[in-house]
């Protein structure tokens, strides 16, 4: 049976995840601040990004975004390994993205996993390392390429 403690680690983690979805789904890049700790480590290269510190990929998601008309992240459980302050989490994520190219729609759909470290800090958990770890591409247009990070 579960502790006190660990369900409130879960569901603290588990919030944490929807504030993540939250701030990129509404573009608030500053929201990011109270997801990842000051020297977090974020992996996007597993789907055409960078990697690097939070100031980096803040910079990153305001270049790159826009480009797309609409898109959600949306989360799956998460296999949480916790131990004490510390805790590792992978999570099944659904990112369908629409894009708007001349008159046309187009939509995107992008199955991945995050694989996060997380630590409590402050007596709040935040996310130290994300890794992005690609699962499936569906729908690419053809006339989108990437500019690099």
Known sequence: MLTLQQVSDRLEIQDLMAA??????????????????????IDY????????DLATIKLYLARVMPEFK?????TGPTQLKID???????????????FHHQADEHVLFVGLWYCDTFVRMDDQWRI?????????????????????A
């Open 70 to 74: 609409s898109f959600q992240h949306l």
């Open 84 to 98: 004490g302050d510390s805790a590792t989490g992978r999570t099944i994520v659904f990112n369908p993205i629409v």
């Open 45 to 52: 290269t597993a789907v055409g990004g960078p990697c690097g």
């Open 128 to 148: 130290s390392v994300r890794r992005e770890e690609r699962s499936y591409q569906h729908n690419m247009p053809a006339w989108f390429v990437q500019q690099p």
């Open 20 to 41: 993540y979805s939250a701030a990129i789904d509404n573009s608030d890049w500053d929201g990011l601040d109270a997801v990842f700790t000051p020297d977090a480590v």
